[in-house]
């Protein structure tokens, strides 16, 4: 009895740990896999592990295959036919009898990996296999072929595929707590939500109201895109904090070279006391050094310095330009919808903002803030994404 099986090979981020720490990751990672299909109501009779491999036992396996390349923690994805044999004569046939239509016409070349099967090398059940479908082929190719048959087996179990394609990798969600995500909705922010996804943290959203309302819609709908694409085992959450009192009092306090960079201090500091109070790990933005003016290495030092944060600020994006960031955007299906938001940080209406700023000046426009800042944290809206 042979039938179609989705099968998965793991991220080296879970490969390579301790065997604790593996056997938590893998439990966390099925935990994930079984979400995303149950939240999706798509049926399966099995999900288990077979030696490095997650194994799901399903009908819908094109379905499940494309869901699975969209799972941090997975490296590999591919539709096996799974089947048991008795012998290696019998393994051989069955493999024939699977892979004969896929080697008609073409150069091939057999991949086998054994375990648990006494008597026979990976590289001679390579040859063996190899000579019983070389009658149906165009010859065999080893450097360039036409189709790989991949050959895997366990003990008196075998999958036949033709290859993995390449998974999302990285830690699966869960295993690294908490992130907060500085989320404008623009192209740099989601980026950094799904890397850091990628490492395993749970990520949830907040957006700053600066202007018009109209921003918490369209950060809202990114911040779906992010979760149907890339965040497909749970629900994240987003908070809205206005910040729209917070930039009258820059506007009117602060000379206008300093209001960019005074504003980024601000959302720093917000963030900061809010993240703390909802008991998140980390805070993620999207900053990339000298992309604007307020994100220069002196400003990011200057801010830092009077934020004083007690969380630690992760800036995935730190060292990208912005084409890099746009070609993540598009790998991960985000560029088209976050291309459309409109840019409402910009405060400093006339004149240059300053690139350099003095901590001391930082100092003494954020002590006129500062009681307003500690008010807006404790306010916000909180959604379902």
């Known amino acids: 009895m042979k039938f179609k099986v989705v099968l998965c090979s793991l991220s080296s981020d879970v490969i390579l740990k301790s065997a604790r720490s593996r056997a938590r990751f893998q439990n966390i990672l099925l935990k994930n896999v079984k979400n995303a299909l149950q939240r999706r109501n ?47 004569q019998d393994l051989v046939s069955k493999v024939t009898d699977i892979a004969r239509e896929w080697v008609k ?16 090398t990976s590289l001679d059940l390579a040859k063996l296999i190899g000579a019983s479908l070389y009658s149906y082929s165009s010859g065999v190719d080893l450097d360039n072929p036409d189709v790989e048959v991949h050959v895997e087996v366990r003990s008196n179990r ?87 009192n917070v930039v009258l009092e820059i506007l009117n306090q602060v000379n206008y070279t300093y209001r960019q960079v005074v504003l980024r201090l601000s959302m720093y500091k917000v963030a900061d006391i809010f993240a703390r109070n909802k008991g998140y790990d980390l805070i993620y933005t999207g900053e990339s050094i000298g992309q604007v003016s307020s994100q220069t290495a002196k400003n990011i030092k200057a801010i830092h310095a009077v934020s004083q944060p007690l969380l630690p600020i992760i800036r995935p ?27 409402y940080c910009r405060i400093a209406s006339r004149g240059p903002v300053e690139t350099r700023a003095s901590i001391d000046k930082l100092k003494k426009f954020y002590e006129k803030l500062n009681p307003i800042i500690e008010k807006v944290a404790q306010e916000y809206e909180e959604v379902d994404v």
Do not use: C
């Open 158 to 244: 075998a999958y036949v595929h033709k290859g993995f394609i390449k998974g999302a990798g990285g830690n699966p969600i869960g295993v690294e707590g908490k992130a907060l995500v500085l989320f404008s909705g623009g192209i740099d922010s989601p980026v950094a939500s799904v890397l850091a996804a990628k490492r395993g943290l749970k990520v949830d959203f907040l957006h700053y109201i600066l202007a018009s309302d109209k921003s918490k819609e369209e950060a809202l709908k990114v911040a779906k895109l992010v979760k149907d694409n890339w965040l497909l085992s749970y629900d994240p959450k987003m908070y809205f904090i206005d910040l729209r």
């Open 42 to 88: 798509i049926p399966y009779s099995g999900i288990s592990y077979d030696e490095a491999r997650l194994v799901i036992v399903t009908e819908k396996v094109e379905e499940v295959s494309q869901i699975m390349t969209r799972i941090f923690g997975i490296h590999g994805v591919t539709i096996a036919e799974m089947f048991t044999f008795t012998n290696v």
């Open 105 to 120: 016409g073409k150069k091939f070349a057999v991949k086998a990996r054994r375990s648990g099967i006494e008597g026979i």
């Open 317 to 343: 994006l730190v060292g990208m330009d912005k084409e890099e960031i746009i070609d993540l955007s598009k790998k991960y299906g985000l560029f088209e919808e976050s291309s459309k938001t409109h840019e």
